[in-house]
T-cell receptor, first 111, second 118 residues
């Protein structure tokens, strides 16, 4: 079993739709959970950062962490064509620098 | 005012050659990383350095040798390049994990170096 699993997509939605992106993981020691957005031919950029379980909202983006189920989600409301990118979930243990990335989900928002 | 920069952006070379990729960060971070992203977009860590000291060294062929002249720079030298080395290589940096702060350990990535070995 891979340490972090993520549906690679591609996922195609109409503009204005609510998008749900998900990752599952196996390492119960993960404490920090992140979502990165990567546009084509660019480096990943941090989108959301969450510590332990719970929800975090930032504008149109909401990150959820359910440690009991080892499941994290990113919701995008009112999706825009500019949201078209690959979304990578990432996670790390509390005292270890190594970040484990999911394989990424490719999202296209159609105008 | 680029935060993490890499040179070159593109690198096309023949099998067997030796090449280097340079990385610089002006964020004042203590830790720097090299990642390899393959054609399926899978991002995998290769090395990390904290204050010029090697911290993470994943199972990477010893043809790959990182060098950190100071904490703002982490270069990657690759000997005897092989076809399978073709990928995008990303440099990243982060604040020291052991410092206080909500975003400690969060990594900031450079634009990537696209390496093609022919």
């Amino acid at each position: 079993q891979k340490e972090v699993e993520q549906d690679p997509g591609p996922l195609s939605v109409p503009e204005g739709a609510i998008v749900s992106l998900n990752c599952t993981y196996s390492n119960s020691a993960f404490q920090y959970f992140m979502w990165y957005r990567q546009y084509s031919r660019k480096g990943p950029e941090l989108l959301m950062y969450t510590y332990s379980s719970g929800n975090k909202e930032d504008g149109r983006f909401t990150a959820q962490v359910d440690k009991s189920s080892k499941y994290i989600s990113l919701f995008i409301r009112d999706s825009q064509p500019s949201d078209s990118a690959t979304y990578l979930c990432a996670m790390k243990e509390a005292s270890y620098d190594k970040v484990i990335f999911g394989p990424g989900t490719s999202l296209s928002v159609i105008p | 005012d680029t935060a993490v920069s890499q040179t070159p952006k593109y690198l096309v070379t023949q099998m067997g050659n030796d090449k280097s990729i340079k990385c610089e960060q002006n964020l004042g971070h203590d830790t720097m990383y090299w990642y390899k992203q393959d054609s399926k977009k899978f991002l995998k860590i290769m090395f990390s350095y904290n204050n010029k000291e090697l911290i993470i060294n994943e199972t990477v062929p010893n043809r790959f040798s990182p060098k950190s002249p100071d904490k703002a720079h982490l270069n990657l030298h690759i000997n005897s390049l092989e076809l399978g080395d073709s990928a995008v290589y990303f440099c990243a940096s982060s604040q020291d994990t052991h410092r206080a702060g909500a975003l400690r350990g969060t990594q900031y990535f450079g634009p990537g170096t696209r390496l093609l070995v022919l």
